[in-house]
């Protein structure tokens, strides 16, 4: 097999800027396995208190100043994952997901005082992880939740982000955490259960070897990749995770744009949603509905969202240019100069396009471009919407709750408010990733 | 033919246009020809930005007032993409001589460009004028590795017509050398071989697109062993190279081969840069392989993240300045094609300005994840 091993339980075998390729060749994925599949029988004995315990002292310790991570998250705004990280949000996320009860991953527990029947979240065993190149936080994200869940886990990275992970996990290791016992733990026993590979996207003898390891299947991407992974061959009873392509769009009602001041705040809010993770990631939002009949008129909202989008340029630049995604972004720029309003930094770093007669969704160009149009109504979006949209993100009052429930029948799993649609959370994609990681054993 | 004043800026800055293109090509040094660009274009510009609406939204959006130009950097180019999407006329429809259409991708709508009277012949003489500071004036017999019909007269042009037409004034007589086939242009090998035979032991002119002459010309050449033993010829070749790159054909090796089979040296294997949207302004290779800006024109590489020009040694896209066109707004036209700039004004060929080397089309390399929704739209449109 021509897998590149990343990091396992002795270390990361790449830097963290180091190209995919330069990770050593596997050895053995068998090896791997069975060594993963030992450290995950240690994990399993660990309960969930400590594991968050270890969680919530990683994001504390790499947010202090002089920590050698905190420089690199800042550097890769990951700013998220201590905030992912902390015990609290864990703790929510894990409530959620597991029927309000996440002790069940400790023992039996009733679920209800009137039921009889005693359930544990019992983990699956070996969670491999295809992930996608676009949001490289994700790959935590997904690998949380599935430690906090005793799994073991194997990640095959995106090519363009190989040495996060490594990286990320190194860090981790090192972490140190006395519990509530007064026993002092390292962060090494959740990271022995952690493996990173990379193998070509095209290597499809590699991606067979690792599917038919797998106890879940944990694939995020395109729909190519997706495809890709979900027809490869696995064993009975292995359990299918797909976090496919979707688009996500912002709806302003007229009620928030009462003045330019109140208009100016959801504009700065809605141009963070727009920058982060450079507007690559599924929740991005692409095309942004304005409701006409507000004090501030949808062209004048496209102005606000320029003057936000330049702001937040100015605080954190577009990471990565894509020379064609360029030519992409400069042809609308002038074709919306030609026959609309066009917006846009001197380089490449945001653009916002208006024009009065557009309708619908627009075609996503990423590089932090936001596509304005007006609606006579919010409620006008709901038909643009179906099970392909992730997220609307709502600066809506009152109709708030109507609007996502027409939503949520169209097929749209998330409606948070703008300023939120770039939060990461449970459930995503419509579905609780990490009661998709356990199984559900009934006693009594 | 000479411009009234009310089409492009005014008689003196059409005068000095005729001039570039009636004077020496390759003459001027860069810091003087910026100079003399800029004040041009500012002109050109301005009158363009006046008569075609569009465009001068474009300008006031993206440029600054043409009159504080300094260089011809500070045009804002237009993206290549946009004559696919709108169709940008600056001259009244019953001026319209011709249509040009580029050959366009699969499911692409194609460049349209429209040309008047002024345009369409300032276009031919500039490619003379370019042409025979290549090959040298004066007509010689014309192989055409294209099929008849795709000159076919009528209003509207493809890219190879009006490249090929574009070569009429070399050529006595001309002689299409393929023939349509329902797979494409197939060489017709009796009508080459016929031509070779009668004119081979004197100059002559070759010219063909690029991919047709690698996959259509010289590889059935070389499976018939054909050898034409001409040395006067020069071939001429232009167009894409985004499939050959793909088929990981170098030039040097397209170059090689082709003077094999045609029996010529390689330095008259001539590869032509150039554009639908600005026909007449090629960039034709030098004895050093290097591409130089014609007089009236001008070669600029800018990065892709922040739109600056380059300096020599650093690759950028390429974007194509001329002062040709007066019917619709090509005078500074960003491709999407990536170059190298080699260097400014000290080529080993003599030739001043700037000098460069097309790298590749520039395609979107990286997938986007769980945020790609190309896929999805495409099936919905299934």
Redesign the interface.
Known sequence: LNVHLLYDGDGPRIGPGAAAQSGPVLESLPRLVARLRRAQQALARLPLDDVLGLLDAAARAWVQPGHPLAEYLRRERLGFLPLWLRRANLETVLARSLRGHPEALDGFVYLAASDAMLLRAQPRGLVVHWL????PL?GMLSLTQSLAAKNANLLKV?R?SAGMLPHLLAALAEVAYCNRRGESLSGRVLTEAVAVLYADRNDVEAARELSLAADVRVA??????VQTIANLPRRHGTEDVI?????SLAVVAAERLAGAEAARRVAAALAADASAFD????N?PHTVFVERGGAVDPAAFAQLLAEALDAEQRRAP?AH????????V??L???Y???G??Y?S???GWSVLWADEDQGLA??C?QRTLFVRGVPDVFAVVPLCSE?TQTVGLAVDDRRLALAEALAARGVQRCPAIGAMRLYGAPWDGLFLTDRLVRWVSAG | VKAAPSEAGGIGVQERIEELIRGPQYAMRQAEKDLLLAALLAEVCRDMAERCP??G??L???GSAPAAWQSPADVPP??V??FK??L?SAVPPENVVRELHSSGTTGQQPSRIVLDKTTAFRQGRALVAVLKEHIGPGRRPLLVLDAAESTAAGGSLSASGAAIRGLAPFASPTVFGMQAGEGGAEPDWSTIEQFFARHGAGPLLVFGFTYVVWSRFLAAAEGRACRFRAPGTTLLHSGGWKKLAEQAVTKEALTARAAAVLGCPATQVLDMYGMVEQVGTVFVDCEAGHKHAPAFADVILRR?????PVGPGERG?IEVLSLLPSSYPGQAI?T?D?GLLVGVDDCPCGRKGKFFRFGRR????????????????A?AAR
Not at chain 1, 132 to 135: D, K, L
Not at chain 1, 321 to 328: F, I, R, S, W
Not at chain 2, 367 to 377: I, K, M, Q, T
């Open positions: 996608a190149g676009n949001v994700l995106a363009n995020w991407g395109s729909l190519e990749a976090f496919g392509p979707k688009t507007q690559q990631g599924c991005s577009l240019v894509d020379p064609a995604a360029t030519m992409q400069l042809a720029r002038a074709e100069a030609m026959r309003r066009a846009g001197h380089g490449m075609e996503p990423c392909q | 569009p465009y939204r474009f006031e959006t993206w237009l993206p993409a946009i999407r709108l940008l892709a993240d922040t739109l600056q896209i960003l999407e990536e520039i395609e979107r390399a990286e997938p986007r994840g769980c945020g790609d929704v190309r896929a999805l739209v099936e």
